[in-house]
Structure formats: C-alpha cells, structure tokens
C-alpha cells in the first residue's frame, strides 16, 4: 500500500523558519518524484516545489524560490522541504505527492498519491 505521510507544520512567526518532512512507503523511492503541493483556504492548490529522486532534478515555484529548499533522503525514503523567510501567505495546508514521471512537477493531476496534508500557520 503506497503511503505518504507529511509531518513538521506549525505555527511560526512571519520570518522564521519550518522543515516539513514527506515519508514514503509502498513504492520504490528512488524510482519516483515527488512533489510539494499547498492550498490556502478558498484557492487552488499549488505546486511549489518538487524532486526527481533519479537525476535529483528540481523545480520552484517562483513564489518560493530563493526561499525554500528541497531535498531528499532516499536511505529513509523521505523528502524534505526547508521553508525560510516563511510569510504570512505562505499560510496553507501543504501536500507532499508521488508519481514515476511527472511531466510537469507544478501539475497536479500529474500525480498518482497523495498525503493527509500538514498546516502551516505563519502569523504576521
């Protein structure tokens, strides 16, 4: 059974910092992408980051860019998301999703699983 679980949300200050962790199981990791989604209340979810497990490839929404930080770990088949300089509306419900091949990191209708989601709360 594939599974991913999203953990490290919170609330923070506007300006500091959270590292958002997406466990894998039930796949060949290092076989997959993956990547980070985020929906504040009353918008669409976006695609904001993502890593290509076989080439280590990355994408960055532009919101995020110079701000977050992706990685992976492929010996514990987690993926990681460094959020710095976090902002008030960078306040959402964050995502992480796999799939072999995605096209398009940002897409999500490129993606076959998804987690539970975790809150981010930055307050101002």
């Known amino acids: 059974e594939v599974q991913l679980v999203e953990s490290g949300g919170g609330l923070v200050q506007a300006g500091g910092s959270l590292r958002l962790s997406c466990e894998a199981s039930g796949f060949t990791f290092d076989d997959y992408a993956i990547g980070w989604f985020r929906q504040a209340p009353g918008k669409e979810r976006e695609g904001i980051s993502g890593?290509?497990?076989?080439?280590?490839?990355?994408y960055y929404a532009d919101s995020v860019k110079g701000r977050f930080t992706i990685s992976s770990d492929n010996a514990k088949n987690t993926v990681y998301l460094q959020m710095n300089s976090l902002k008030p509306e960078d306040t959402a419900v964050y995502y992480c999703?796999?799939?072999?091949?995605?096209?398009?990191?940002?897409?999500?209708?490129?993606?076959?699983?998804w987690g539970q989601g975790t809150q981010v709360t930055v307050s101002s």
């Open positions: 890593v290509r497990s076989s080439d280590g490839s990355t």
């Open positions: 999703a796999a799939d072999p091949d995605p096209i398009f990191f940002e897409d999500i209708h490129e993606y076959d699983w």
